[in-house]
RNA sequence: GCCCCGGUGGUGGAACCGGUAGACACGCGGGACUUAAAAUCCCGUGGCCAGUGAUGGUCGUGCGGGUUCAAGUCCCGCCCGGGGUACCA
């Protein structure tokens, strides 16, 4: 009988799905081993072949862990609000959650096609009420959680509302945004709605005027990471900065923690790199400078105190309150047309001015505190109001920004480093020795700085001080599918609904627009209220659903909890995760911060969700190229088409084979082409070809179905492992395919005899037979371990290959090599199992065990050089030792030939790996 | 600009700790089977030079240096491609 994937992936497929072969429940007798997958945004395109790269590599693992004996857990779900569904509400009035429905019922489909052993039953949808009520009561804990800096964890507001009581808040060690200090007796004189507004400057999850990114295209706030050259990065729409109020999560508080974290976790350093890099973390001083006319002393922060001695003028950020603190009234109106000019700006255009530096004088004056000489205020948006206090101190000589910045407005540079040239540029390095610095002369930078801060505190006038880049998360979107905040208002101020209301279900709108006042979809919703008040208009970000749903999975539909005690316990976190690097600064810096929120409040006993991390590629598109002679519909054959004119157009890949263009299928793929003609090359029509994103735009895009029917899901998956590293991206060629699905049919072959008859027989294999078989089985689970795919089929294909030329049809190889093929093609070893008698699944046997017997050689095949250059092989006894090696070498006809005589001056023997013979 | 990661045949890619570069596969060329095609199987396949020939020589892992008996792999300096980030004081 032939290899018939069609029946056999059905008939398995079928199989499992009814016995629930992948479903998983929690068993104390067995280690645990969880295998997550990134969920994804269900597309209204669907799946194209470079999805499920991740998918199959992670199903692997995941398969090959269970044959090992763990019990895993490999869910999935879909991260299912978003803006596109919600754009094509806006378009259609389609209901968002009936597209997301369809689009996530397609997905289902295509992913079952290629046979993956998740567990369905567990299937988390971020858009669910009964997940999102989690979301939502996740908001409510971080609402009532304020961060304790000397306990370095999240705690209850009430028991910051005590000390507010006993101290007021002036020695309290929280993380806030409170302008205020107050005494308890102050605290205990307010009234609720003063101390519920002080509270809010304090909570984990606030309510605050904020600059935001506002995005008009979009009609929303967006995040830091949704914000990418000035644009967002859905949809490329202008971005601008505003002041809003904003619902926001004190991320910022867990700085440190997430920065440390990160050498607890197995990433690769370059994904670590970018979160560190994103964290920003920079040591330096705040310091206080006097300003003429005023008791008040402006606060700077620096991370160069050493060049204090160098400060010819001081720059606000326009945002910065000093400035109207410090403008005198002749430069009022300069000052004000000025921050008039800067609110205009976009953020592509306030990037896009990097050169020209803009800004005006305030007529105001500081006291430099080390030099004690005046140096004038001035306001350019070069300063940014949101990093270390809006002001800094300008030191032209060694900050490139500042240097510009003089050098446009003609203000003095005070070199400050012996020998230093700042005719032309600064000198931003921290090396050199210092000169024109007071007390710091002679230093060298490095010794300056820590001098320079000391005396900073000693004179009371600052102090070390720690900054990190990270923003607090923008939390608020003005849009409509996305988790209601479970927020309402009374009388301005912000209260949380009760636990036992959960979920706050997303009403419905008539159109899913801004309403006539500006305000968000929710607006038009009716009876939008609880408890007769108000509820918040917003809506949550999509990094929401999706920084918490690998805790659902743990104990899904759990009514009560985000996950049990007894669940948690047992599967603790995300053994492996894979997907793409794009998630870098956003997701997976939100989960981890979620999760320590979590873990400081008890429900999850780890602190960080993903131990080890892959990153897959991208599968990029392979595209091909006619050449169209300019002015005409004749096409030119790629290697002719220097002699003439032309245009290159891409053609669908699906009328190519081998880059040879199917000419009658091109006439008929559109009505342009139907009388083209054709300047061929030995008959044929080459195309030229490209690596290009997979899109339609391109005629590259692959789907997996095709691939499916065509050749079967088991070549479909062994071919994306076989392209190359998982985590590396590379182009898709279909035409490779064939190799892979070549290899099944031999596999399959190997069961049956030359009339395609059954033949495996119970006959002792031979010792070659087995160093074959047990050589392969050493290799993968190896292979598998260091997540090296396509090298592992690469050794199946070795394997096969020669158990072919031995014409070996022996149960006892042939059974335990399905097995360790079974996690990369389930369903044609599911197949050959059960014919070679089994009735239970071979998804739950066990993994077979190399024996180290059959690795072991006893003779190699030592490559001889000379000088470096390998001449010939000798084979000899690995039991032999460096001397043995060395006579037996020397003693040989081949030695003595290309020696020619000549007397050997050194003998390199690396027993079992190489011999270099110096002369 | 700064920080990562890459660069190996016509193509995708192998190569553990420095030890036979190009495994495996595609493609291509040749052959067998076939009336023919598909499928299948066998042989060859990095470049150049020499030889009728099994073969021998030589160059070769982006470029230029270096370390070493030995470098795709380590070090220094560049070039190119991809990703991240950008007035973060």
């Known amino acids: 009988m032939e290899y018939q994937f069609s029946e056999i992936e059905a008939k398995w497929q079928k199989a499992w799905e009814e016995q629930g072969t992948y ?46 004996g763990y019990n895993v857990l490999h869910p999935m779900g879909y991260d299912a609000f978003g803006l596109p569904a919600e754009q094509y509400a806006i378009q259609t009035g389609q209901h968002p959650s009936e597209t997301t429905r369809k689009n996530a019922a397609r997905y289902r489909e295509q992913l079952d096609k290629i046979g993956f052993s998740f567990d369905w039953s567990r299937e988390v949808r971020t858009c669910d009420p009964a997940y999102y009520r989690w979301t939502q009561w996740a908001f409510i804990q971080m609402f009532h959680s304020w961060y304790n800096k000397e306990t370095d964890r999240a705690e209850p507001v009430a028991q910051l509302v005590a000390l507010f009581e006993k101290q007021g808040n002036r020695e309290v060690p929280a993380a806030h945004s409170c302008p205020v200090v107050f005494t308890a007796k102050e605290w205990k004189a307010m009234d609720e709605p003063q101390r ?160 020209t530096m803009t800004g005006v004088f305030t007529g105001g004056y500081a006291l430099n505190p080390f030099s004690g000489k005046e140096v004038p205020i001035w306001v350019s948006d070069y300063v940014l109001a949101g990093y270390g206090t809006g002001a800094i101190m300008a030191v032209p000589a ?65 102090r070390r001080k720690v ?65 007769g008040y108000p509820m918040e208009l917003s809506t949550m970000p999509g990094f929401a659903g999706s920084s918490a749903y690998y805790f659902h999975y743990m104990d899904p539909g759990n009514p009560h909890r985000l996950v049990s005690e007894d669940a948690v316990r047992y599967w603790k976190s995300v053994d492996l995760y894979v997907g793409g690097t794009e998630h870098a600064t956003g997701h997976l810096i939100y989960s981890r911060f979620w999760c320590k929120f979590l873990y400081d409040i ?24 006619v050449y169209r002679v300019r002015g005409t519909n004749q096409f030119v054959s790629l290697h002719l088409k220097d002699q003439y004119d032309t245009t290159e157009l891409h053609v669908d890949i699906s009328l190519v084979q081998n880059d040879v263009l199917d000419i009658e299928r091109f006439r008929a793929w559109s009505p342009d082409y139907a009388d083209a003609e054709f300047i061929l090359e030995d008959g044929k029509y080459v195309c030229g070809w490209a690596v290009e994103k997979m899109s339609k735009s391109m005629y590259n895009v692959v789907n997996p179905d095709e691939v499916v029917s065509r050749y079967g899901a088991d070549t479909l998956r062994m071919y994306e492992m076989f392209l190359g590293p998982v985590e590396q991206s590379k182009p898709w ?8 699905h070549r290899f099944l049919k031999k596999f399959w072959n190997l069961f049956r005899d030359r009339s395609g008859a059954w033949c495996v027989e119970d006959v002792a294999p031979t010792e070659k037979e087995l160093k074959i078989l047990h050589r392969t089985m050493a290799r993968i689970e190896n292979n598998i371990e260091q997540f090296s795919m396509n090298t592992a089929v690469s050794s199946f294909m070795i394997c096969v290959n020669e158990l072919q030329e031995l014409r070996c049809c022996k149960r006892q190889i042939l059974e335990p090599l399905l097995v360790t093929l079974a996690p990369f093609a389930p369903h044609i070893t599911e197949e050959l199992w059960h014919r070679l008698g089994h009735t239970a699944s071979i998804h739950q046997a066990t993994f077979p065990v190399a024996d180290v017997k059959y690795l072991v050689e006893n003779e190699f095949a030592y490559p001889v050089s000379f000088n470096g250059k390998t001449r010939f092989t000798l084979t000899l006894g690995l039991d032999l030792d460096r001397d043995a090696v060395e006579q037996a070498v020397l003693t040989d006809a081949n030695t003595l030939k290309y020696l020619d005589g000549k007397p050997v001056r050194k003998v390199v023997v690396v027993p079992g790996r190489i011999v270099n013979i110096v002369f």
Request: proline share 6%; net charge negative; hydrophobic share 35%.
């Open 23 to 68: 479903k998983v429940t929690e068993d104390p007798s067995l280690p645990k081993f969880y295998v997550l997958d990134m969920f994804p945004y269900p597309s209204g395109a669907g799946l194209h072949v470079g999805h499920p790269l991740g998918y199959i590599a992670s199903d692997i693992y995941a398969r090959f862990k269970r044959l090992k």
């Open 196 to 355: 519920m507004k002080i509270l809010l400057d304090y909570r984990l999850a606030y309510l605050a005027d904020t600059m935001v990114n506002w995005c008009p295209g979009l009609g929303t706030v967006l995040a830091n990471d949704e914000v990418k050259d000035g644009v967002s990065v859905r949809g490329g729409h202008v971005v601008l900065q505003k002041q809003m109020k904003q619902w926001s999560l004190r991320i910022s508080a867990y700085a440190q923690r997430l920065l440390d974290g990160l050498d607890q976790v197995e990433w690769t350093e370059s994904l670590k790199d970018i979160q560190r890099h994103w964290i920003g973390r920079s040591e330096g001083a705040e310091v206080f400078f006097p300003v003429r006319g005023l008791k008040e002393s402006m606060l700077i922060y620096t991370t160069r105190a050493d060049t204090m001695f160098g400060v010819t003028f001081m720059v606000l950020a326009p945002e910065s309150e000093w400035v109207q603190k410090v403008t005198s009234p002749e430069q009022k109106a300069a000052v004000q047309e000025y921050l008039e000019q800067v609110s205009h700006r976009n953020e592509r255009e306030r990037q896009a001015e990097t050169r």
């Open 398 to 462: 060694h900050d490139s920004r500042d240097y510009v910045f003089a050098k446009t407005f003609g203000l003095p540079i005070v070199p400050l480093i012996e020998g230093c040239d700042v005719s032309t540029e600064s000198l931003d390095a921290k090396e050199g020795i210092m000169m024109n610095s007071g007390f710091l002369n002679g230093k060298t930078v490095k010794e300056a700085i820590p001098i320079a801060i000391r005396e900073v505190e000693a004179r009371g006038i600052g």
């Open 467 to 531: 900054n990190y880049r990270l923003r607090d998360a923008i939390f608020s979107r003005q849009r409509y599918w996305g988790e209601p905040f479970p927020v309402y208002y009374r009388e301005g101020i912000p209260y949380t609904v009760e636990e036992k209301d959960l979920p706050v279900v997303l009403p419905e709108v008539d159109v899913y627009l801004p309403t006539e006042a500006g305000d968000p979809p929710l607006g038009r919703a009716k009876d939008w209220t609880y408890k």
């Open 602 to 625: 008890g429900v999850v006993p780890e602190d960080e969700p993903f131990r080890k991390l892959i990153n897959q590629g991208m599968i990029q598109g392979r595209s091909n190229f």
């Open 733 to 740: 060629d279909t035409s490779g395919i064939e190799g892979v």
